[in-house]
């Protein structure tokens, strides 16, 4: 009777090994994600409307339609909208970070039962095994 021998996944040793935090290297990198952490928030979205609100009525007293336009084109919604957006990615990201951490906590209870059913199954080859040689004695 051919005896079965568990090959372990590579991915499965390899994951183990992975690491949890990602270190941000270079100053460019630093600078970059300490200003995106302090423009998107909406208390810098509300500053800046503030500001933006400052050259409102100049562009008003113009009487331009196209200065008012470009006003609230090019002044309020590129200032205040960028914040609001980064604001929005960063909720969408850490919903998406506890999804990520749900499926890796199933995928890893997945793998420990699956290691649960293959020693169960080592077992059951070993009593197949002891009634095989049990049966094939008495014959």
Do not use: C
Not at 55 to 77: E, K, N
Request: charged share 15%; proline share 2%; no cysteine.
């Amino acid at each position: 009777m051919a005896k079965y021998s568990y090959t372990q996944h590579p991915h499965a040793s390899e994951r183990q090994h992975l690491p949890t935090h990602s270190h941000i290297r270079g100053l460019n990198n630093r600078i970059g994600l300490w200003i995106t952490q302090r423009v998107g928030t909406m208390w810098a979205a509300y500053a800046f409307a503030v500001l933006a609100l400052i050259s409102l009525p100049a562009a008003l007293a113009t009487g331009d339609v196209r200065v008012i336009v470009d006003w609230v084109a090019q002044t309020f919604l590129q200032l205040v909208l960028v914040s609001v957006i980064i604001v929005g990615q960063n909720q969408m990201n850490r919903q998406a970070e506890i999804r990520a951490e749900a499926t890796y906590k199933d995928a890893t209870a997945l793998l420990h039962e699956v290691q649960q059913l293959q020693q169960h199954l080592a077992h059951q080859d070993a009593q197949i095994e002891r009634l095989l040689k049990a049966v094939g004695a008495k014959s």
